[in-house]
């Protein structure tokens, strides 16, 4: 396994809040209990905030800290590295906004867990990858905005927590910006069940004229490009954590599942070791990328988050078919796995859209 990034006391903390807090609650939120306690107790670790500076309430490390903080949890839980990927997204969101305002008002609280996000990015991501039309709309309304529209699924959500989304503007641009809790004309509403991540806080969200500040404007129309430049090598890279955990997860499965089974184990695709070279040069990958910041490569980002989108799915399978029918009982971890691979393989950008968008850029250096 490559070397830990993780100060060694932050890591053992953590372990050992999961091994307290949330092993015990696995199956719970898998059929729909939200970890709230977990989250709560992670962020006064700063679990959220390993990308932040010091002086602005993280814990001054950098973005591959923040991967192997949620590769640890994935490796336990991959619906609670998810919501665990949204809070520290929205703590990244605004550490690069320019907004001092909103950053003050949000920023310390988001890191320490005190106050819980969704973030609803994914329309507006798929839109500009011009997969589909942008849900929400917004018009000037003196210094800050009115918007309208609605997103089906936002996950980390319920009463008191914070939204974060983009809207498209009527005079041109797009905008990104955060909602309170409470916001006048924005509700929750209750989505249908999933076959995985129930316990991810997941709503739909509708926002009928809710008033958006100018203090609540992360990235406004001039500076919305440049915004997403700066935010979208760290929302892809960190999102690779939740598929790292469950590879490595997988391999634990698949260890076990060897130590009775080998000698017909060993005609199964995907060998342990053949895993753990891949998860390895992975992981490798993804943290000389995150130490790189913004300035990562994109297309190089989009692949590595692409090839832990394709391991996951890989190994997750390959461990319940190592594990055979103790794996396909509802209480084993390897079935649960199979169906938290196909999330990190469609939550956005699936991998269907991280093929266009790699295909596209490919053709772009090759012209
Ligand atoms: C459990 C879960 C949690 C999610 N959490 C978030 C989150 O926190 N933030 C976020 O921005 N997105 C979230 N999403 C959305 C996710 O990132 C993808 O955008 C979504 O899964 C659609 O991607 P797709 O590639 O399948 O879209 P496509 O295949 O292009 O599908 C087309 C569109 O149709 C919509 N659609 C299809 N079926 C339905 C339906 N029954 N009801 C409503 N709309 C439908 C989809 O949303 C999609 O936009 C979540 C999705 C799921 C399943």
């Known amino acids: 396994m490559t070397e830990s990034t993780l100060p060694a006391a932050l890591r053992d903390g953590i372990d050992q809040l999961i091994a307290d807090t949330l092993a015990p609650q696995v199956e719970a939120i898998d059929h729909g209990q939200f970890p709230e306690a977990f989250l709560r107790a992670l962020g006064r670790l700063g679990g959220f905030g390993a990308a932040l500076p010091i002086a602005q309430g993280g814990l001054g490390l950098d973005l591959a800290a923040q991967v192997e903080i949620i590769a640890q949890v994935a490796r336990t839980c991959g619906t609670t590295a998810f919501t665990v990927w949204c809070q520290s997204s929205c703590v ?26 969704g973030t609803g990015m994914s329309n507006a991501v798929k839109h500009l990858a011009g997969i589909e039309r942008i849900n929400l709309r917004a018009r000037r309304e003196g210094t800050g905005y009115r918007v309208n529209g609605a997103l089906p699924w936002v996950s980390n959500l319920g009463p008191g927590h914070l939204l974060i989304a983009a809207a498209a503007l009527d005079e041109g641009g797009y905008l990104m910006f955060a909602v309170p809790s409470g916001a006048e004309g924005s509700t929750l509403r209750a989505c249908p069940s999933f076959s995985g991540l129930e316990g991810s806080g997941t709503y739909g969200v509708h926002l009928r004229n809710v008033l958006v500040p100018a203090d609540d404007v992360l990235a406004d129309a001039e500076d919305f490009c440049a915004y997403m430049q700066r935010i979208k090598p760290g929302f892809l890279l960190t999102q690779i954590g939740m598929g790292v955990g469950l590879v490595q997860a997988s391999i634990d499965t698949i260890h076990a599942a060897n130590r009775r089974l080998q000698h017909v184990n060993c005609y199964l695709d995907d060998q342990e070791d053949d895993l753990a070279r891949e998860l390895h040069a992975l992981l490798s990958t993804t ?57 990190v393989a469609i939550v956005t950008p699936a991998l269907k859209h991280l093929r266009k968008e790699i295909q596209a850029l490919e053709a772009l250096q090759a012209a």
Request: charged share 15%; no cysteine.
């Open 92 to 117: 990244w969101y605004l550490r690069q906004s320019h907004n001092t305002a909103a950053q003050a008002r949000y920023l310390p609280a988001l890191a320490r867990g005190e106050l819980l996000a």
């Open 287 to 343: 943290q000389a990328l995150a130490r790189q910041d913004q300035a990562a490569p994109l297309l190089s980002v989009l692949r590595a988050r692409a090839q832990g989108s394709e391991l996951s799915l890989r190994a997750t399978q390959s461990a319940a078919l190592h594990a055979g029918a103790a794996g396909y009982l509802m209480s084993s971890p390897a079935q649960r796995r199979l169906r938290e691979a196909l999330f």
